[in-house]
């Protein structure tokens, strides 16, 4: 199979689709897969490869303040971070809304991302049922709990921070998935994290995934750091392959 990497805009969001090259236009299940913190939408093309070899037709965005979107970042702790998982949010309805509009989507749609962008990922599912499933590698599904985490260590580093920290990320509550968990349903979510994450705490995600024992969650842990190996991304691969559907493509 010879694939179609397109380097395209929805908007202003710059984005690569990839797809088998003779499939370009008509309808496959849809995954968009976003990047992590400081880093862009090339650094996740090998994964978004390998799932389009499978049949779908995968969209990698830059998230504001990333690659062709590159901004400074601000001396306040943590408010480009969060600044870019809620535009993540805001955009995801924009880009399926752009795909749908051209006839090349089915009813299955997947939504994945690593670190920053697999707590997009978890954010997601709390507002928009029509996610069919989910895979959050090296993320957080309890966002409340990080930036509790960052205002403690912030703190006491000696950082800045404004005293309404928590007012000002109060949107953050409405898609911490770990508080309202009744909004996963019966969807799959993979999640994947290393045992020796140095950048989000591996028992932040123990602790949710003991929380939920009756969700369907499937919950891979190893002994890494926060990095993802090739042998993640073919687990990835194989989860969206497992429940999305390519049987009703034409």
Known sequence: MKLAIRKRKIGNIPILEVVDETKIYEP????????????????????GRKL????????????????????????????????SIQSNLFEFSFIVDFFENLGV???????????????????????HPEITAAACIMGSPAMIRYRERILYHANAAGFFLPHDYEQLLGWIDAYDLDSQIETLGERPFLIWHGTDDEKIPYEHIQDFVEKH????????????RHLVRGATMD????FFVEHLSTENQV
């Not at 979107?69 to 943590?78: D, G, Q, V």
Request: aromatic content about 8%; charged content about 20%.
């Open 105 to 127: 989507t089915t009813d299955q749609i997947g939504v994945g991302g690593v670190s920053m962008g697999g707590m997009t990922t978890a954010g997601l599912l709390t507002q």
């Open 28 to 47: 496959m299940p849809l995954i968009i897969y976003y990047h992590g913190w400081q880093t862009a939408k090339e650094l996740v093309l090998t994964q």
């Open 213 to 224: 024992p009756q969700e369907n969650i499937e919950f891979v842990s190893e002994d890494e």
């Open 235 to 238: 687990l990835v691969t194989d």
């Open 52 to 83: 389009a070899k499978q049949g779908f037709r995968v969209v990698l965005p830059d998230a504001a303040n990333h690659g062709e979107r590159k901004t400074e970042l601000s001396p306040i702790p943590s408010l480009t971070f969060w600044n």
